[in-house]
């Protein structure tokens, strides 16, 4: 479970029977005058440490002092240079304390937002990337751990100390970042879910429970269906494994009859390659090859959690690309739904074969966009690394968009 995330307005040394996070930049280790005054109660921890060097606010530093039965402890956090500071050095900075003071045992801990504050930067900023930080960086996936399940340690809450006269807006922030970064988590385990259980059918019945959950429309079609309705590049992936594909339609709608967006996951539970078969080395982490999917899911959920004013369709292509006598092979050409013939040469290019008729499929709705998201190709590792994903359209504005929302 994600620690909950609070939003408050107490004095510092109001914080009771938990860890109080503090940070300053190196080179200004000056107290304010909530921060001195607060330090009077507690011996002058925090000036001692600052006086005798053993705190100097290096960007990752971090110092936990046990203060009293009372407050517990608390945490010293460097951020570094202020004119080096980021926000991306924030969320480091944050995941970096959270995880210590998780990892020390410690249940909840509080933080005081003024001292991470930068002129640079908006409060909203600030929250969003604090609430997802503390979320995202304390992730752990367990479903199917048996052994030292006592050695595990969480964290149970998470406050951030504001001003009283934000305090609403604040909580607000929060509690929408907290949607967000739960939902990356619930697609992370997804994800993980290791194949033998997250086979389409499995994604499939998952989507339908979120649907239900939050007022989705969700549509199913099982391999019949789909064979029907003319997708044979979808079927012809799908066909070589026991595990029968799915095709999954979510739908939101939150603004009338406006046109909708169109979200299209490729969700291959696992990925063999076909007769062309990875080598073994690349095998380990197939099961991730249905992110994209995972992903639509939870989208979907935000978008009725957080009630947008927009429509949107999760269009879901669920199947297997395994090997057996069934399954399509190099020079076989296929009948897409659009009508256009395809014919292959790699089994482990099928992702763009199950795209092809689901991107097809999506085109019925009229969209104003479409918005596909794959693991599709390794050769955008060897191109970009493991620093960015690679965006194309045909609607610079729309890609314009998708890069200011990824950054």
């Given at each position: 479970m994600p620690p909950k995330i609070e939003v408050i307005s107490d004095k510092l040394e109001e914080i009771k029977g938990q860890c109080l996070v503090i940070a300053f930049f190196e080179g200004k280790l000056g107290?304010?005058?909530?921060?001195?005054?607060?330090?009077?109660?507690?011996?002058?921890l925090i000036s001692a440490s600052i006086k005798n060097k053993d705190f100097k606010a290096e960007e990752g530093e971090i110092k936990l002092i046990y203060v009293n039965a009372n407050m517990k402890y608390l945490a010293l956090l460097g951020l570094g240079k202020e004119e080096k500071f980021n926000l991306n050095k924030l969320t480091d900075n944050i995941a970096a304390v959270s995880r210590r003071i998780r990892n020390a045992g410690i249940k909840s801990f509080a933080i005081h937002l003024s001292s991470l504050k930068n002129k640079a930067y908006e409060q909203k900023e600030y929250l969003e990337k604090i609430t997802q930080s503390i979320i995202l960086s304390l992730y752990q996936f367990l479903k199917f751990k048996t052994k030292d399940l006592d050695k595990i340690k969480n964290l149970e809450k998470a406050s951030i100390i504001v001003d009283k006269n934000i305090l609403e807006e604040a909580n607000k922030i929060a509690m929408e970042a907290a949607i967000y970064a739960e939902a990356v988590n619930k697609t992370r385990d997804l994800v993980n879910t290791p194949p033998n259980i997250a086979n389409p059918v499995y994604v499939a019945e998952y989507a339908k429970?979120?649907?239900?959950?939050?007022?989705?429309?969700?549509?199913?079609?099982?391999?019949?269906?789909?064979?029907?309705?003319?997708?044979e590049c979808f079927m012809a992936v799908a066909r070589g494994s026991a595990n029968k594909p799915r095709l999954v339609i979510l739908r939101y709608k939150g603004s009338g009859n406006e046109k909708p967006i169109v979200l299209v996951g490729k969700g291959i539970t696992f990925d063999t390659g076909g007769i062309n078969v990875k080598p073994a080395a690349y095998l380990n982490t197939m099961k991730d090859d249905k992110a994209?999917?995972?992903?639509?899911?939870h989208v979907m959920e935000v978008c009725a959690k957080l009630k947008l004013k927009l429509n949107v369709i999760g269009v879901l292509a669920l199947a297997e690309n395994m090997?057996?006598?069934?399954?399509?092979?190099?020079?076989?050409?296929?009948?897409?739904?659009?009508?256009?013939?395809?014919?292959?040469?790699?089994?482990?290019?099928?992702?763009?074969?199950?795209?092809a008729d689901a991107l097809s499929y999506s085109l019925k709705y009229k969209p104003k966009a479409i918005i596909d998201i794959a693991t599709l190709t390794g050769a955008s590792i060897i191109a970009l690394g493991y620093f960015a994903s690679p965006v194309l359209g045909n609607s610079q504005q729309l890609i314009d968009k998708i890069k200011a929302a990824s950054e």
């Open positions: 107290l304010s005058n909530e921060i001195s005054k607060f330090d009077g109660t507690i011996n002058s429970e979120v649907a239900k959950k939050n007022n989705l429309t969700c549509t199913i079609f099982d391999e019949k269906q789909i064979e029907k309705m003319g997708m994209s999917a995972c992903g639509v899911i090997i057996s006598g069934k399954s399509y092979r190099p020079d076989d050409v296929l009948k897409s739904y659009s009508g256009i013939t395809v014919e292959v040469t790699n089994t482990d290019a099928e992702g763009r074969l199950i795209l």
